[in-house]
């Protein structure tokens, strides 16, 4: 366990603690993958970053309080990455790492996708695509009724984004100025089986979004200091709801998983995760 590291640490040091839980997490992760035989590994890779910085240094949640009604909430509503999500619970001290042996086996609390239930830390179950957003819209409602300065934070994929549920949802969020609620979409470009420009293309995403009256911020989602300045923003001083465009590469840093379609769903060989874990020693 990393866990958590706060500002008072200094700039360099907290992007370097990030940036070696990024590592320690793709390492666990494609262990994991290929100890289960199941898994979306590239998808899973291209938001630890973001996870990362959002457990670790970013969010006001704890393992010791993890039922704190004042926490920050997180939402992953590309739920098939269920994977990147335990490895960094498991970073941050939310489950043992050992834990992470029992990844899809029979009445483990490590489902293929995250389920509340099982685990405290999970504020969501998800699995249907764009149902992730309009679940934090009314967490994020609730938050301002409460007058509470909880945070939410809802993680979705850019293919995701083609799911109209997520249009309304947005629209709402506008219309009740949910200022405490980011939006991060894990643009690597790639869904299941094509690329999303060839599916159903999104651009010009940042003016939608503008559009549907959200705040916008494009950052390098694999840039741990750009990540902290994104999150250290919101909320907006506008009063608007932040969306932050996290440009990601599917796969990455793995040579022969980056960009890569095929590693939507894929479990890597013996040998090709000790390529990979060779190429995490020095990323």
Known sequence: MLGRIGVEAGRDAVIAHLREAARLIRRRDIVMVNGAGLGHIGGEFSIIDVLATLYLHVMNVSPDAVDNPERDRLILSKGHAAGALYTTLAAAGFIPPAQLA???QPLSMLNGHPDRKKIAAVEANTGPLGHGLPIGVGTA???MLDGSPRRTFVLLGDGELQEGSNWEA????????LANLTAIVDRNRLQQGARVADTNDLEPLADKLRAFGWEVVEVDGHDHGALVGA???VPAASGKPTFIIAHTIKGHPISFMSDNVAWHH???SAEQVATALAELKTS
Not at 170 to 177: G, K, P, R, V
Request: charged share 5%.
């Open 170 to 177: 947005m629209m709402t969020a506008s219309q009740y100025h």
């Open 266 to 268: 894929k479990v890597p």
């Open 102 to 104: 029992t990844f899809m």
């Open 231 to 233: 999150f250290g923003a």
């Open 141 to 143: 409602i609730a938050g």
